[in-house]
């Protein structure tokens, strides 16, 4: 029996691997000890396997059956894993006897009208623990009710609202984590990066982001029409050729984040432009040390956060389109993330150039974040801007340097 009968999960046919992951990965990217529970779990669901999968010692797992289960078979499953599982998972009988917990899952994707969300909402908050999240799908096809659903959570979760699109399940998903109450800025050192379905993988270490599969389809789909509406030409080959390179622009690499605590890493791929010390009235009136880098039309386009900390405020100020490696370039579009550290005040700018023209940022308010997290990216080039309290970091980079997202130490907490 499901917690919440009124809710309709019949349309939706199943979540795969895939969306299994988005769901449950803010379980699995804490390291410290936490709780999770799994509400409407099948003994046989993608779901149940990737909570298993993320264990780690020091942390439990609560499990409360679905429709498609009782516990008595979910009991079963989780003994056959061995003795290390069942250790550290625990099946109730109804959701009534569940602990409030860290990151509260819902097994099945949830349909049906924003009421009835709401409702559903309601009815989890006693079992949220302080900064706790809550993973839920909806469907993404044009005319499901997950629609309403959807627009309920960015109403209602206070503290924050990531979505992932996960294009490849049947039906194509989306993974909304809502928080409803304010997670402490510690947390974040905790946390490994989290896991992305945006980030579509070609081989183990080389992904595409999302933006380049639509733009490299975008081109085979014109090559397409070219070729049917003149079959005798040769045209169709130049949007054919293109869809590689322009894939290529998008790639995003998986990346080795340094271990040290100390360590602030660099937030695109690039040269170093500039390193000063300043003040900038729209982030407050203390001393920043500002790292600029100038990311080429041949650098990788997606950024990085450069520490570990929690999102709480995102603004993009309007301005021209200059040449990112001039000065008039500090009049130009930028968006502005700022993050609370337990350095103080970290930004990063993601800065238009004279081609870029689109940036896109994933981490909104309230999210944590950690090291060297993937927070979006700035199409075909620019430079992105990473400012620190300048009495507390020093920076270990100069003008000219070559940097790595993620992977480059640009400055050191003193």
């Known amino acids: ?52 999968e993320a264990l780690l010692p020091g942390d439990t797992l609560t499990l409360v059956a679905g429709e498609r289960s009782t516990a008595g078979l979910l009991r079963d499953h ?31 994707p949830l349909t ?31 005319g499901r009710t997950g629609g309403a659903a959807a627009e309920l959570f960015r109403q209602s979760a206070l503290f924050g609202v990531g979505t992932d699109l996960v294009a490849r399940n049947q039906p194509p998903l989306r993974v909304h984590k809502l928080r409803f109450s304010q997670a402490a800025t510690k947390v974040a050192a905790t946390l490994a990066p989290a896991y992305r ?63 040290d605590a100390n360590a602030v890493v660099a937030a695109s791929d690039g040269r170093v432009l500039s390193v000063e010390r300043l003040t900038d009235e729209r ?47 500090e009049h130009n579009v930028a968006a502005y993330t700022v993050l609370d550290t337990d350095h103080g005040t970290v930004v990063v700018a993601q800065r238009t150039g004279l081609i870029a023209r689109r940036i896109v940022q994933r981490t909104p308010v309230g999210t944590l974040v950690a090291r060297g997290e993937r927070m979006g990216l700035i199409r075909f080039g620019s430079r992105t801007d990473v400012y620190l309290p300048a009495d507390r970091a020093e920076a270990v980079v100069a003008v000219g340097d070559k940097v790595i997202g993620a992977s480059s130490v640009i400055a050191r907490w003193k």
């Open 283 to 329: 982030l407050g009136t203390g001393e920043f040390l500002r790292v600029a880098v100038f990311l080429s039309v041949l650098d990788v386009h997606v950024n990085r956060v450069p520490v570990a900390g929690r999102v709480t405020d995102y603004f993009v100020i309007d301005g021209g389109y200059a040449n990112a490696m001039t000065a008039a370039a």
């Open 78 to 108: 989780i003994t056959g894993l061995g003795s290390w599982i069942a250790d550290r998972v625990r099946i109730v009988e109804s959701l009534a006897e569940a602990d409030p917990a860290d990151v509260v899952i819902l097994g099945e």
């Open 112 to 142: 049906g009208t924003a009421e009835e969300a709401r409702a559903v909402l309601e009815g989890l908050t006693k079992y949220l623990a302080e900064g706790a999240v809550i993973s839920v799908a909806t469907p993404a096809v044009p």
């Open 197 to 259: 379905p945006s980030s579509v993988p070609v081989t183990r270490s080389m992904h595409i982001d999302s933006n380049g599969v639509a733009a490299a389809g975008i081109a085979l789909g014109l090559a397409g029409i070219a070729r049917t509406l003149r079959p005798k030409s040769k045209l169709w080959l130049l949007p054919a050729l293109a869809a590689a390179p322009v894939a290529a622009f998008f790639r995003d690499p998986e990346r080795d984040v340094p271990t």
């Open 1 to 52: 029996m499901t917690p919440f009968p009124a809710v309709s999960t019949a349309p939706v046919t199943g979540v795969g691997p895939r969306a299994a992951r988005a769901l449950t990965a803010e379980f699995a990217r804490h390291n410290a000890a936490t709780t999770a529970l799994v509400i409407g779990a099948d003994h046989a669901s993608t779901v149940v396997a990737a909570a298993v």
